[in-house]
């Protein structure tokens, strides 16, 4: 069976939507915002 691009494109996507509701779900969004402040804190010289 052969596969054209868009059924792999559209697969990946679905696979990327997933992977994304599962860590939001985890919290990591929140971990991810965290260090995100943290790193420009420490760029702008405050932290």
């Not at 559209?10 to 939001?24: E, Q, S």
């Amino acid at each position: 069976m052969r596969w054209n691009r868009n059924a792999v494109a559209v697969m990946v996507l679905c696979l990327g939507v997933v992977f994304l509701a599962i860590g939001t779900m985890r919290g990591e969004a929140a971990m991810v915002l965290q260090k995100a402040v943290v790193i420009c804190m420490e760029c702008v010289g405050i932290g």
